[in-house]
């Protein structure tokens, strides 16, 4: 099996995850009104409800807003994340593929794992690349390959 060819491509702040996020957002929204609304009484659970709804929004949005810009490298060797002048060995892992937007985990040796969401928009000259280098499973560790059935024998 061959190898894909050495890719760079962007990373960061998507429109597709900031959109995903507001509509998450505003989905809770209308479920917090519309619980308000049916309630009889008003008590400890919706503040309780109100509040961790609130937290979350916060925490959803700051995340968004803070997501780094870097570029996901794959030298034909290995996977690294590179932000300004550092670079971060990772392993990815596709979690959702939307065919013009990836959730990608990014999984260093050592320290938390970090989401990316790459996105067609961003280089679509490059896009076929990357996704030839996310699932070619040579561009995978051993130890992270997914598990496949074994063939079995016709007789």
């Not at 994340?81 to 892992?93: D, I």
Request: hydrophobic share 50%; glycine share 8%; proline share 7%.
């Amino acid at each position: 099996m061959y190898k894909p060819p050495a890719v760079i491509y962007p990373v960061g702040r998507s429109r597709f995850q900031a959109g995903l996020t507001l509509a998450v957002v505003f989905a809770g929204a209308i479920v917090q009104v519309v619980w308000w609304l049916i309630s009889k009484g008003h008590g400890l659970g919706h503040a309780l409800g109100l509040l961790l709804w609130s937290v979350t929004c916060v925490w959803a949005i700051w995340s968004v807003w803070h997501t780094v810009a870097a570029q996901l490298v794959w030298d034909g060797q290995g996977w690294l994340l590179r932000s300004g002048s550092s670079s971060l060995a990772v392993v990815p892992q596709v979690i959702v593929d939307g065919q013009h937007h990836l959730l990608i985990l990014l999984r260093p040796s050592t320290g938390p794992a970090r989401w990316a969401w790459p996105a067609r928009q961003a280089q679509p000259e490059r896009w076929l690349a990357l996704r030839r280098a996310l699932f070619n499973t040579s561009s995978v560790p051993a130890e992270q390959e997914p598990l496949r059935p074994a063939a079995s024998a016709e007789t």
